[in-house]
């Protein structure tokens, strides 16, 4: 496994992070029972991964439950532990409140890596810096960071602080974070941690079709606007989206490597990228996603998988946010 240090921090990170948002259910996935989770997480661990990514948001604390669990197997100076703010608490006293619940659940005392999940326009900058820098002073939060963030948020931000990482949806489908957010990002120094990078499942190749796909996870733009749980509005690009998984397909058998493997390789070869998450819901998933890291693309095998996805790119455009026609990223 190789590691990265986070911003100007002194964290260090597992290229490959496990990423809990899948085991907590919903209309995404099934929820993963408890004990098969932190075995899952076990097996990460015990296969290099030391950096684990939950939120507040995911299964109204579920996540971060297990993720406390699993923590009394393990030695925590050796585990980085990330965790999200929801938008609705980033008022000064709310945060510190939401953080002092995370913990709790984490049963942990303090929280390496503390994201402010979405910004929100209604509570200003400076006032949820003051939050993350007094946690921070505290010992409660080592690096503060954020996600799902544009540029000019991004800016507001570090005129109240550091923040080291931006967590975004990053991967060959979904590479919308390349037209201004990963410059701005690396302009500054704060590293991107790259979620979703086999497109919610869109690149395991399990899927030939939009009919073959589960419906709850409809909701990106990839998919039409009308699809039971979208948001947006959009006519969506699903033609697109899979013809472009199959040139992905196509390019990986021309190499002879594993579609899975290159996907999620492909964002650690990107600049700026510290880690990429993965989920995982059963041991074997774990160790096969950990092995990613050492993974070599080769700079032909990147320029032939930058062709076969340019077209989806250009037709999905600037917007980062997968879910928003109206994004959330400023």
Same mark, same amino acid.
């Given at each position: 496994?190789?590691?990265?240090?986070?911003?100007?921090?002194?964290?260090?990170?597992?290229?490959?992070?496990?990423?809990?948002?899948?085991?907590?259910?919903?209309?995404?996935?099934?929820?993963?029972?408890?004990?098969?989770?932190?075995?899952?997480?076990?097996?990460?661990?015990?296969?290099?991964?030391?950096?684990?990514?939950?939120?507040?948001?995911?299964?109204?604390?579920?996540?971060?439950?297990?993720?406390?669990?699993?923590?009394?197997?393990?030695?925590?100076?050796?585990?980085?532990?990330?965790?999200?703010?929801?938008?609705?608490?980033?008022?000064?006293?709310?945060?510190?409140?939401?953080?002092?619940?995370?913990?709790?659940?984490?049963?942990?005392?303090?929280?390496?890596?503390?994201?402010?999940?979405?910004?929100?326009?209604?509570?200003?900058?400076?006032?949820?810096?003051?939050?993350?820098? +007094? !946690?921070?002073? %505290?010992?409660?939060? =080592? &690096?503060?960071? #954020?996600?799902?963030?544009?540029?000019? @948020?991004?800016? *507001?931000?570090?005129?109240?602080?550091?923040?080291?990482?931006?967590?975004?949806?990053?991967?060959?489908?979904?590479?919308?974070?390349?037209?201004?957010?990963?410059?701005?990002?690396?302009?500054?120094?704060?590293?991107?941690?790259?979620?979703?990078?086999?497109?919610?499942?869109?690149?395991?190749?399990?899927?030939?079709?939009?009919?073959?796909?589960?419906?709850?996870?409809?909701?990106?733009?990839?998919?039409?606007?009308?699809?039971?749980?979208?948001?947006?509005?959009?006519?969506?690009?699903? +033609? !697109?989206?899979? %013809?472009?998984?199959? =040139? &992905?397909?196509? #390019?990986?058998?021309?190499?002879?490597? @594993?579609?899975? *493997?290159?996907?999620?390789?492909?964002?650690?070869?990107?600049?700026?990228?510290?880690?990429?998450?993965?989920?995982?819901?059963?041991?074997?998933?774990?160790?096969?996603?950990?092995?990613?890291?050492?993974?070599?693309?080769?700079?032909?095998?990147?320029?032939?998988?930058?062709?076969?996805?340019?077209?989806?790119?250009?037709?999905?455009?600037?917007?980062?946010?997968?879910?928003?026609?109206?994004?959330?990223?400023?």
């Amino acid at each position: 496994m190789e590691y990265a240090t986070l911003g100007h921090s002194d964290v260090d990170v597992s290229r490959v992070g496990l990423g809990l948002w899948n085991i907590s259910g919903g209309s995404d996935w099934e929820r993963t029972d408890e004990r098969q989770a932190v075995e899952t997480i076990h097996a990460a661990y015990d296969a290099g991964v030391d950096f684990f990514d939950t939120a507040e948001a995911y299964g109204d604390g579920y996540s971060e439950s297990v993720l406390g669990t699993a923590l009394e197997g393990m030695d925590r100076e050796d585990v980085v532990v990330a965790t999200k703010v929801w938008s609705d608490n980033l008022a000064y006293d709310d945060l510190r409140a939401a953080c002092e619940a995370s913990l709790d659940r984490l049963g942990t005392d303090y929280v390496d890596v503390y994201y402010v999940h979405y910004h929100n326009p209604e509570i200003p900058v400076s006032e949820t810096m003051r939050a993350l820098r +007094d !946690l921070q002073d %505290e010992g409660r939060v =080592r &690096v503060p960071a #954020v996600s799902n963030t544009g540029p000019v @948020d991004l800016g *507001e931000t570090l005129e109240h602080g550091r923040v080291e990482a931006n967590q975004v949806p990053y991967s060959l489908l979904w590479r919308a974070v390349e037209y201004e957010v990963a410059d701005a990002c690396r302009a500054e120094d704060v590293d991107l941690v790259a979620y979703s990078p086999l497109a919610q499942g869109l690149l395991t190749g399990e899927y030939a079709s939009a009919e073959e796909y589960p419906t709850g996870r409809m909701r990106t733009r990839h998919f039409a606007g009308d699809r039971p749980e979208a948001r947006h509005g959009e006519p969506g690009v699903e +033609d !697109l989206t899979f %013809e472009t998984v199959q =040139r &992905v397909r196509q #390019v990986c058998a021309e190499y002879d490597r @594993d579609m899975v *493997e290159v996907a999620l390789a492909w964002p650690l070869h990107q600049p700026g990228v510290a880690s990429v998450l993965a989920g995982a819901s059963t041991p074997e998933h774990a160790r096969a996603n950990a092995a990613a890291a050492d993974v070599s693309l080769s700079e032909d095998l990147l320029a032939d998988l930058d062709e076969a996805t340019a077209d989806l790119k250009a037709a999905l455009g600037p917007n980062p946010d997968p879910w928003q026609s109206n994004s959330r990223y400023r």
